[in-house]
């Protein structure tokens, strides 16, 4: 694809993750780029969807828009993740096909996978089971969008793409505790806690789950790369390769926020999926895929990120 010369929507482009890919596309010399904005495009509708297309004329579509949050919004909202995440990927799709899109891209998840899957996760692994149940219909509602692109793409030609990031974090994240994930909800515990001078800071399970991160900036590049390159049905990881408990989380973070306090986990909270870990061959093979940010260099940027931007608006 051309990206210098086509016509790009992305949907959540001014999101945590999509000011990145908007960031990356301009980088390589993208120009005509279309951020659909919530109050304008209701995307759980059909008639936003319709509206978004006669209105953009995308000949790239880059899905990233989705409704998300950590373990305890899935559990509070099942339903509504369920219902909007699929409908906003189905109708998108489908007015893609409609109007004879060049490329779909379809950012999926890895709560996508089984929930008990041998590690390292290879994209053929993701039928072998049920997705952990605290955010099973959240990844099965992004699942059902890898089957219908799939299917689009065998009975209509259409060139659709799938891909799964592992969790993300990195300047931009929601550090609001009632969304975020592990990594900027633990980064704000650590800085209110030093605020306050607080002895503990509580972490959430037995601290025994682990998971893999990627830096927010290489999913980024690794989805442009994808949009650029790959063109074929079968679904790709975005990882960085690793994995790291969250006892070993927590502190990592107590170090590098500076936070001199203890550590106090709470069994009574659900751990989730117990081992997150993702097999990157494919992205590697397919596209020249590679995370390039250590793990302790993209936390230290997150900090600092957070440090300088907590009292302004997202």
Known sequence: MDLKRSRITVTGGSGFLGVHV???????????????????????RREGCLRLFR?????????????????????????????????????????????????FVTIGTVCAYPKFTRVPFREDDLWNGYPEET????????????????AYRQQFGMNAIYLLPVNLYGPFDHFDPAV?????????????AIEAKAPVVEVWGTGNASREFLFVEDAARGI???????????????????EITMRDLAELLRRLSG????????PSKPDGQPRRCLDTARAEA???FKARVSFEEGLKRTIEWYRNNQNSPR
């Open 180 to 192: 975020s994930h592990v990594i900027p909800a633990l980064i704000k515990k650590f800085e209110d």
């Open 135 to 150: 955010n099973a219909p959240y990844g099965i509602a992004k699942k059902a969008l890898l089957v219908q692109g799939q």
């Open 22 to 44: 908007v960031g990356e596309l301009r980088a390589r010399g993208a120009a005509d780029i279309f951020v659909p904005r919530k109050n304008d495009f209701d995307l759980v």
């Open 224 to 242: 442009v790369e994808a949009t650029e390159k790959y063109d074929a049905a079968e679904p790709v990881n975005l990882g960085a390769g690793f």
């Open 259 to 266: 936070f001199g306090g203890d550590l106090r986990f709470d």
């Open 286 to 288: 397919a596209f020249g």
């Open 55 to 103: 209105e953009a004329r995308p000949e790239i579509l880059i899905h990233l828009a989705a409704k998300v949050g950590g373990i305890g919004a899935n559990l509070e909202n099942p339903g509504t993740f369920f219902y909007e995440n699929l409908m906003m990927g189905a109708q998108l799709l489908e007015e893609a096909r409609i109007h004879g899109i060049a490329k």
